[in-house]
Structures are given as structure tokens and as C-alpha cells.
């Protein structure tokens, strides 16, 4: 099940979309933000029902 978010990028401050795809089950994955490029953290948990727990988002290089 993929599922739409919103999130703040951690470098340029711009609000962003990102595609999850829950039924992959917990995931730590990179995206680069759309609008400045940056490596950004994606980490997100999904609960027993299939849906969305926890989302972090941070820098990639610390």
C-alpha cells in the first residue's frame, strides 16, 4: 500500500512529498529532496494494521 506524506526537508526547509510504500513493512531509506537535491533520511515504521506509526526525516550526513 503506498501512502502520500508530506514532510519539512532537514536542509532547505521546503515542505516536500514523499511516497511510502507500507506494505514493505518498516523501512530506512534515502531520498533526495526535490527542490535543493539533498540526501535526505527517510525512516518510518508501520504498525499491525499496515498503516503508518512513526516518520523521521533528518540529514543524511549528520
Known amino acids: 500500500m503506498l501512502e502520500d506524506v508530506t514532510v519539512t526537508c532537514p536542509y532547505c526547509w521546503e515542505t516536500i512529498a514523499l511516497e511510502l510504500d507500507l506494505s514493505r513493512g518498516d523501512q530506512t531509506c534515502v531520498e533526495d529532496c526535490p ?14 494494521e499496515g498503516q503508518l506509526d512513526t516518520l523521521t526525516v533528518a540529514r543524511e550526513n549528520g
Do not use: E, F, K, N
Open 35 to 48: 527542490v535543493c537535491c539533498a540526501p535526505i533520511l527517510v525512516h518510518y515504521t508501520v504498525d499491525d
